[in-house]
Nanobody, 125 residues
């Protein structure tokens, strides 16, 4: 029902910046309520880590490891989310995944989830 596509990953030098994007498609936006957008990352050999969340009302929350350096925002139609990542370090090397919790007009009391396939970020000199 909802497909997520992440983009914006790539190679960046330490101290640099990247802007990722996660776009949702599949449902008519007026029939869809995304309650939470979540960005997670998984570094090689490590568990997946939640790094940023933005709620439907616009509230944001960040992991301590990225607080002050990452900023997450939504587009006007609330169909995409763009995390801005600044002052990147090698610890940020990971695959970044977007996940949404959503409800549809057809099933307004049921919360479903959807995951993107991830976009890789490599912070290296």
């Amino acid at each position: 029902q909802v497909q997520l596509v992440e983009s914006g990953g790539g190679l960046v030098q330490p101290g640099g910046s990247l802007r990722l994007s996660c776009a949702a498609s599949g449902n008519d936006p007026k029939d869809l309520t995304i309650t939470h957008w979540r960005w997670s990352r998984q570094a090689p050999g490590k568990q997946r880590e939640l790094v940023a969340v933005i709620e439907s009302v616009g509230l944001t929350n960040y992991a301590d490891s990225v607080k002050g350096r990452f900023t997450i925002s939504r587009n006007y139609r609330k169909t995409a989310v763009d995390p801005q990542m600044n002052r990147l370090t090698s610890d940020a090397t990971a695959v970044y995944y977007c996940k949404v919790d959503f409800r549809t007009a057809a099933c307004p009391t049921v919360t479903k989830t959807a995951w993107g396939k991830g976009t890789p970020v490599n912070v290296s000199p």
